[in-house]
């Protein structure tokens, strides 16, 4: 088996985890592939540890005036170039597969399979607001269309997929997003607590309310900052909020930053850039909240409850609500920020709940959401479907 493996870049994120992790266990297997990488980022060299890693050329011109044309018009020519010699050479790799990661590689798939003759199997980690920011309407239409084999990463991506791109229900398998349990548990159990706290500038005592995401309305920082609005408000309990992997840069950090300033309670807030101590400060809280506006199965998500946290979230959203359910958090409507606030200060009064559904959480990671159980439903997806 050869399979061409497609990533829209290699930053460190949920989807590009995901998929270094299937190439991993794929390789190990004795699997033959390559990568075509659409985009750069800080994972390159571990992708290429794996595979050869191929790069799809886009242009990128500083210049301005006629310097800037005719820049453009050379580099274009030679990016056209560039990408005829590689989907030549790709052609002649005779694959088995192709397997393109995410909705945001669907724009080279027309052109890509004109040379790669190969059942196409896509995975798909977006809903709709998502699909439609990072896909246009023919290269999604095509990929749906087109694609042997659609992989969703929560039911929630494929009801959107089959309701609003009328993909039929037999061509969709969902496949959970997972996290690597072992590695997540371990590091928890050895986290000092006060150690990380006092490294982050965060109060050693009172309850810690935190949520983890990039700073984008999507992630909903926003909606954050009116929960703790609504807490403050309305409780007496010694808190502090932390938001984990913030960006602090761009339109709408700035904007944050203004209402915090109005709100007068920047003191009560820590805002944390992304760090490689993400886990073990989510360890260090007491409740986690999601605030996602959309969030097809948010990987914190898993990685909170591995930690045994107790989680707040709103309803249709995307994968916490499918992942909460009844039993493993809490589920209020959506952008009901009274509710979750009103959540949250009951919490504090009852901790014997609060930690049953921090515990349940932890179980339903262990017992439902593995590598093993996901990369083997891939496998053998792979392995049943038709070559060319």
């Known amino acids: 088996m050869k399979i061409l493996f497609i990533s829209h870049d290699a930053n460190r994120a949920g989807a590009q985890l995901f998929l270094l992790s299937v190439m991993k266990y794929l390789k190990q297997k004795g699997i033959e592939m390559q990568l075509l990488l659409?985009?750069?980022g800080v994972l390159e060299n571990d992708f290429s540890e794996i595979c050869p890693n191929n790069f799809w050329q886009s242009a990128n011109s500083q210049q301005k005036g006629l310097k800037k044309a005719i820049s453009k018009l050379v580099k274009s020519q030679n990016e056209t170039n560039a990408t005829q010699q590689l989907l030549e050479s790709l052609k002649?790799?005779?694959?088995?597969?192709?397997?393109?990661?995410?909705?945001?590689?669907?724009?080279?798939?027309?052109?890509?399979?004109?040379?790669?003759?190969?059942?196409?199997?896509?995975?798909i980690h977006e809903l709709e607001f998502s699909i439609r920011l990072y896909s246009q309407k023919n290269d999604r239409d095509f990929l749906f269309k087109y694609a042997t084999?659609?992989?969703?990463?929560?039911?929630?991506?494929?009801?959107?997929i089959i309701e609003n791109h009328g993909v039929s229900k037999q061509k969709i398998e969902v496949i959970h997003s997972f996290v690597d349990n072992e590695s997540i548990l371990n590091r928890i159990e050895t986290t000092d607590k006060q150690t990380i706290k006092k490294k982050y500038n965060l109060p050693e005592t009172g309850f810690l309310i935190g949520g983890c995401g990039n700073a984008e309305w999507r992630k909903g920082i926003d909606v954050f900052l009116?929960?703790?609005?609504?807490?403050?408000?309305?409780?007496n309990e010694n808190c502090h909020f932390v938001w984990i992997g913030v960006k602090k840069e761009g339109n709408y950090y700035?904007?944050?930053?203004?209402?915090?300033?109005?709100?007068?309670n920047g003191?009560?807030?820590?805002?944390?850039e992304q760090t490689p101590d993400a886990i073990e400060l989510i360890n260090c809280l007491d409740i986690f909240t999601i605030v996602s506006r959309e969030d097809p199965f948010p990987l914190v998500m898993l990685e909170a409850a591995l930690a045994q946290k107790t989680m707040i979230g709103f309803d249709k959203t995307g994968g916490c609500s499918e992942f909460i359910e009844e039993d493993a958090g809490i589920i209020v409507p959506y952008l009901n920020t009274?509710?979750?606030?009103?959540?949250?200060?009951?919490?504090?009064?009852?901790?014997s709940f609060a930690k049953q559904l921090g515990q349940k959480a932890k179980d339903k990671v262990l017992n439902k959401y593995s590598f093993e159980n996901s990369v083997l439903k891939i496998e053998a997806l792979l392995g049943s479907?038709?070559?060319?």
């Open 38 to 40: 659409l985009g750069g």
């Open 92 to 123: 002649k790799a005779n694959f088995d597969y192709i397997y393109a990661n995410t909705i945001a590689s669907a724009h080279v798939l027309h052109k890509l399979t004109e040379f790669v003759n190969a059942p196409l199997f896509a995975h």
């Open 149 to 160: 084999k659609i992989i969703a990463c929560s039911k929630a991506v494929a009801e959107n």
């Open 226 to 235: 009116q929960v703790i609005n609504q807490i403050m408000n309305t409780s």
């Open 254 to 264: 700035e904007q944050i930053l203004f209402d915090i300033a109005k709100m007068g």
């Open 267 to 272: 003191d009560k807030i820590t805002f944390i």
């Open 338 to 351: 009274f509710s979750m606030a009103s959540s949250i200060t009951k919490l504090f009064l009852n901790q």
């Open 385 to 388: 479907a038709p070559k060319v």
